[in-house]
């Protein structure tokens, strides 16, 4: 009888922690890389669209408005459907101001995709992959960044201080997402 008891409380304890997982914001990882550099993966959900998702990730004039980091985009310049960006980022971790050259484009399969061209960085790749649920009404965001700074930073605190800043990123691209979300059904009332 005890046994049947243990099994019963058991796959309840997984269950509402299985269903806990599934119903999280945001699930992410940062893991330090055997071969240099952190990777980081999240799943995000989002409770607008995709499109407005999109619409932020792809304002880059306004990208630091984004981040809790002080940064300037130095250039923005479209060309052939990518969008070259030099940003210059003040992070507390790292002395003086860092510059960060990359590329971003639309995949065919609608991701976007952002690649290092050049900086203070070895290692600098993002992307994002927006898929509609609930009837196209929320997002599930997939999520993936590759960093490798060019600089002696154990990768160990670049993983503490990127967990924090992503944690932070995507409770603001969320906060704004909701405030857009807000803006677009009063403009259509």
Do not use: N
């Not at 792809?58 to 990518?82: C, N, S």
């Not at 700074?149 to 990768?155: E, F, K, R, S, T």
């Amino acid at each position: 009888m005890l046994w049947r008891v243990m099994i019963v409380v058991g796959c309840l304890v997984l269950g509402w922690s299985g269903l806990s997982c599934a119903d999280e914001p945001v699930v992410l990882d940062v893991r330090t890389e055997p071969s240099g550099g952190v990777k980081a993966t999240a799943t995000i959900l989002f409770p607008v669209e995709p499109a407005i998702i999109r619409q932020l990730l792809t304002d880059y004039a306004h990208w630091p408005e984004l981040f809790d980091v002080r940064m300037r985009m130095a250039e923005i310049r479209e060309q052939d459907g990518k969008v070259f960006t030099d940003i210059r980022i003040d992070h507390a971790l790292l002395p003086g101001e860092r510059r960060l050259l990359s590329e971003t484009r639309t995949l065919p399969t609608g991701e976007l995709l952002t690649e290092l061209k050049g900086g203070d960085f070895k290692q600098y790749r993002r992307f994002w992959k927006l898929i509609p649920i609930d009837g196209g009404a929320h997002t599930r965001a997939e999520f993936e960044l590759v960093v490798e700074i060019d600089m002696m930073v154990p990768d160990w605190i670049v993983a503490a201080a990127m967990r924090r800043d992503l944690e932070t990123h995507f409770r603001i691209v969320r906060e704004k997402a909701l405030a857009q979300q807000e803006l677009q059904s009063g403009r259509s009332q």
